[in-house]
């Protein structure tokens, strides 16, 4: 069992930054790889970026390649999003997540199993 606990969202102004945090417990935090997702409203569950269990590959969407950085603190059991130059249309719930052990499509929610309760992001224009 893991518990994951986002933080870090909040209001920010189109072009700002937020860094988001998410911290583990329950497994051992530098054996699984960890990604984040979001959520609007009406809308499918959106890739964002993932890292691997060492941090040495990320992979990020497109949409936010060059803006967004995903890191991770193993010592500390925290995943973290650094996202510059923030966009109206990243508005939404961030969620992190564990990827599953031996999967091989960081960018599919389904290789996910645990998850956060999410944290909001909102961008005004």
């Known amino acids: 069992q893991v518990q994951l606990v986002e933080s870090g969202g909040g209001l920010v102004q189109a072009g700002g930054s937020l860094r988001l945090s998410c911290a583990a417990s329950?497994?051992?935090?530098?054996?699984?790889?960890m990604g984040w997702f979001r959520q609007t409203p009406g809308k499918e569950r959106e890739f964002v970026s993932a890292?691997?269990?060492?941090?040495?590959?990320?992979y990020y969407a497109d949409s936010v390649k060059g803006r967004f950085t995903i890191s991770r603190d193993n010592a500390k059991n925290t995943l973290y999003l650094q996202m510059n130059a923030l966009k109206f249309e990243d508005t939404a719930v961030y969620y992190c997540?564990?990827?599953?052990?031996?999967?091989?499509?960081?960018?599919?929610?389904?290789?996910?199993?645990?998850w956060g309760q999410g944290t909001q992001v909102t961008v005004s224009s």
């Open positions: 997540a564990t990827r599953r052990v031996g999967s091989t499509k960081p960018r599919e929610d389904y290789e996910y199993d645990y």
């Open positions: 329950g497994r051992f935090f530098g054996s699984y790889g």
């Open positions: 890292i691997n269990w060492s941090g040495s590959t990320t």
